[in-house]
T-cell receptor, first 111, second 113 residues
Framework: RKEVEQDPGPFNVPEGATVAFNCTYS??????FFWYRQDCRKEPKLLMS???SGNEDGRFTAQLNRASQYISLLIRDSKLSDSATYLC????????????FGSGTRLSIRP | NAGVTQTPKFRILKIGQSMTLQCTQD?????MYWYRQDPGMGLKLIYY???????DKGEVPNGYNVSRSTTEDFPLRLELAAPSQTSVYFC????????????FGDGTRLSIL
């Protein structure tokens, strides 16, 4: 089992739709979690951190489920500009060598 | 605010050549990282540094070397380029520990022919 797994997609949804995707992790000792967004041929950019209590930033909501070892990202009222690859990042311990990036989920929003 | 700056943006090397990928940050971050990203894959950590004079290996360090003589700079050295090192290389930095988000440079696209 991979340490961090994401559905590669692509998810192809119409503008205005709600879309959600998950990221599972294998290390139960993982301590911090992030979602990054990566546009084609660009660098990853932080979308949001994922806290135990969950967090929301405008149309984006992130949740952490420690019991089932996954994090989720929900995008409401999707925009064309949301088209990108979404990377989950899991920090599995106290060393930077334990920072694991998922392979990403591709999202395409159609008009 | 420049953030994390990487040079060069593109480079083609011949097998066996060497080169240094430059990375500098102006945010006074202690932690710096080098990743490689192959097509359709996630980022793999090559080396990281928790401060000037301190470096450590990541998941895929073979074929690379780093140094951290200042807080700002974290160059990555390829000594004997191999086709397997064809990739996009990203440098990143973060303010605190591993629970802090990372800021990325815009990458170096490297081809080894």
């Amino acid at each position: 089992r991979k340490e961090v797994e994401q559905d590669p997609g692509p998810f192809n949804v119409p503008e205005g739709a709600t879309v959600a995707f998950n990221c599972t992790y294998s290390n139960s000792a993982s301590q911090s979690f992030f979602w990054y967004r990566q546009d084609c041929r660009k660098e990853p950019k932080l979308l949001m951190s994922v806290y135990s209590s969950g967090n929301e930033d405008g149309r984006f909501t992130a949740q952490l489920n420690r019991a089932s070892q996954y994090i989720s990202l929900l995008i409401r009222d999707s925009k064309l500009s949301d088209s990108a690859t979404y990377l989950c990042v899991v920090n599995g311990g106290s060393s930077a060598s334990k920072i694991i990036f998922g392979s990403g989920t591709r999202l395409s929003i159609r008009p | 605010n420049a953030g994390v700056t990487q040079t060069p943006k593109f480079r083609i090397l011949k097998i066996g050549q060497s080169m240094t990928l430059q990375c500098t940050q102006d945010m006074n971050h202690n932690y710096m990282y080098w990743y490689r990203q192959d097509p359709g894959m996630g980022l793999k950590l090559i080396y990281y540094s928790v401060g000037a004079g301190i470096t450590d290996k990541g998941e895929v360090p073979n074929g690379y070397n780093v140094s951290r003589s200042t807080t700002e700079d974290f160059p990555l050295r390829l000594e004997l380029a191999a086709p397997s090192q064809t990739s996009v290389y990203f440098c990143a930095s973060s303010y605190g520990g591993m629970d802090q988000p990372q800021h990325f440079g815009d990458g170096t696209r490297l081809s080894i022919l």
